[in-house]
């Protein structure tokens, strides 16, 4: 199987700065994309970054220019930068990794148990 764990999250003032790390482990022959979403209670689950083997990034426009992501592929770890936090970034955010178990196999995604990040003074 294959785990996910997120951790790094808290309460920081508008304004801050917070970095989340998502590590996967277990049965994984490679790692395609890794990627964070946040969900806001009562509302979907909303894209915020992710990042592919290759090192190729994409951002939701709501955070571009604020976060930062990035990847350890030694280490099955992805990280969130996250700056200039506003009110309205307080979600639980989820980290979601791309596994391929085996050489020629399928990929599926892993999600984690999510972190509160909350954004007040």
């Known amino acids: 199987q294959v785990q996910v764990v997120e951790s790094g999250g808290g309460l920081v003032q508008p304004g801050g700065s917070l970095r989340l790390a998502c590590a996967a482990s277990?049965?994984?022959?490679?790692?395609?994309?890794m990627a964070w979403y946040r969900q806001v209670p009562g509302k979907q689950r909303d894209f915020v970054a992710q990042?592919?083997?290759?090192?190729?990034?994409n951002y939701a426009d709501s955070v571009k220019g604020r976060f930062t992501i990035s990847r350890d592929n030694a280490k099955n770890t992805v990280y969130l930068q996250m700056g200039s936090l506003k009110p309205e970034d307080t979600a639980v955010y989820y980290c979601?990794?791309?596994?391929?178990?085996?050489?020629?196999?399928?990929?599926?995604?892993?999600w984690g148990q999510g972190t509160q990040v909350t954004v007040s003074a």
């Open positions: 979601n990794a791309h596994v391929q178990r085996r050489p020629g196999g399928p990929t599926n995604g892993f």
């Open positions: 277990g049965s994984i022959f490679r790692i395609a994309v």
């Open positions: 990042v592919t083997n290759g090192g190729g990034k």
